[in-house]
């Protein structure tokens, strides 16, 4: 009625703990983040500073809505970024109709190159694949008993982002572009929880940082905007002739 599409959602469980199984109410939880975040009524979204106002997607018109929790038990305590935790045959759980639902994979730990990640997603090229969908640790989804300065569920708004086509706000290069106009361009990710304003320089042009992006690297409660244009990038994925139009209900 409010011209929102709403994502159907299964939320795959691989625990080796009990901690790892994680709850149905932080799932609630998460989903409810999500549909905050995305709905731009996140609480802290009166921080945004004025000088992006303009730029402020508000609601970014995608919600989200669980239809299914599957949970599995597994020996395996770490998981790579190799999709195996998407895999029955390699221990992990097949995704559902991954051209219909979003999956979400939560395994108990995640390493890249030898690093702890905290998630990584599939953009919308993979629509449909069995890899299709977003993988989250376990310490870092949902809020009640995650792991702080990751414990308010934005993990999870910053990879469905990536699954809904957006790219890092630095575009994974020195000055890169993320193909958003409104997101000013900035050298690199930012960690932590930046003072704002910050200033930086790319070909002899200084701009303020939009640091408080979700698509930036910054802690959880240092993030709390999408811009207009990428609201634009998500509803064209979702739309009828897009990548992504298989969620539609
Ligand atoms: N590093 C991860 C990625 O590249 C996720 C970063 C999420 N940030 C956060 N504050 N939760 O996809
Ligand atoms: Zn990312
Ligand atoms: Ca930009």
Not at 165 to 175: K, M, T, V
Not at 183 to 188: E, L, R, S
Not at 216 to 244: C, E, H, I, P
């Amino acid at each position: 009625p409010d011209g929102s599409i709403e994502i159907p959602v299964v939320v795959n469980v691989l625990y080796k703990t009990a901690a790892e199984n994680v709850s149905d109410a932080r799932i609630a939880e998460q989903i409810s983040v999500l549909n905050a975040d995305f709905g731009g009524t996140n609480t802290d979204i009166n921080k945004i500073p004025s000088e992006f106002l303009p730029a402020g997607a508000g609601n970014t018109q995608v919600k989200f809505r669980l239809v299914n929790t599957v949970r599995k038990s597994t020996s395996k305590s770490s998981w790579a970024t190799n999709d195996d935790m998407k895999k029955a045959s390699k221990g992990g759980i097949d995704a559902t109709t991954p051209a219909n639902y979003l999956n979400i994979w939560i395994v108990g730990k995640m390493t890249s190159q030898g690093r702890t990640i905290l998630g990584y997603a599939t953009f919308p090229e993979s629509a449909g694949l069995w890899n299709d969908g977003v993988a989250i640790a376990a310490p870092y989804f949902g809020k009640t008993g995650a792991s702080a300065p990751f414990n308010l569920g934005r993990t999870a708004t910053h990879e469905v982002g990536h699954y809904l086509n957006l790219r890092h706000i630095w575009g994974d290069a020195n000055c890169g572009n993320d193909q958003v106009s409104d997101t000013p361009t900035q050298t690199t990710a930012n960690y932590g929880k930046p003072s704002y304003p910050l200033y930086n320089t790319c070909s002899g042009v200084q701009r303020s940082v939009m640091f408080m992006n979700y698509m930036d690297y910054v802690d959880d409660a240092a993030m709390f905007m999408f811009s207009a244009g990428q609201k634009t990038r998500v509803q064209s994925v979702l739309a009828s002739n897009g990548a992504r139009s298989g969620l539609r209900l």
